[in-house]
């Protein structure tokens, strides 16, 4: 079985909405409100190396997929040429290179049963509330801005019908108080 990470920035209080600048939410690009540190991103290079597989919803796929393939550098290079597999149940035809679709996470669920390494989902909030109902989230990478955000879509649901318990794997701090929080199940 194929381990499932989730990784995410999210605001104090739980918001994963339109961290990157996408339309229709009243905070939007939240993250660019904070001091850059370039030590964040040195971080998701780190945890993207022994990923596998990209997995993305719909829209994090469009926003991707219209950005990534014309960037370059080792971080580019390693996110256009890995396989990704998008659940959604609109798209066609995807374009960027190494991309299948699944048309549910119950598909996806077969497909994490399989050989191979680590599988990435990278935002996709909604897709990533559907993966922990389905109880498929083997660990999260929590980017936790010192923001508060008050609204938007946060990225466990107010209604769980189970509790999930998890163990703080790793921490780390860095200067413009965003923390890394790793969090693995347990199961």
Do not use: C
């Amino acid at each position: 079985m194929r381990k499932v990470i989730v990784t995410e920035f999210i605001s104090l209080d739980g918001v994963v909405e339109a961290p990157g600048g996408e339309a229709d939410y009243p905070h939007t690009g939240w993250t660019f409100d904070i001091e850059q540190d370039p030590s964040v991103y040195e971080f998701k290079a780190e945890e993207l190396e022994p990923a596998e597989t990209l997995l993305l919803g719909r829209t994090t796929y469009e926003g991707f997929s219209a950005a990534w393939p014309e960037r370059d550098g080792d971080f580019a290079d390693k996110f256009n040429s890995m396989e990704k597999v998008v659940v959604s149940t609109t798209l066609e035809n995807p374009s960027w290179n190494n991309t299948s679709v699944v048309r549910s996470v119950e598909e996806f669920a077969k497909l994490r049963e399989g050989d191979g390494g680590p599988i990435m989902l990278q935002g996709s909030a909604t897709l990533a509330k559907s993966l922990y109902a389905a109880d498929l989230v083997d660990t999260y990478h929590l980017l936790v801005w010192p923001v508060i955000l008050g609204s938007g879509l946060r990225l466990f649901p107010d209604d769980a019908p189970d509790k999930h318990k998890l163990t703080l794997t790793e921490t780390r701090t860095y200067k413009n108080g965003i923390e890394l929080r790793i969090l693995e199940r347990q199961r």
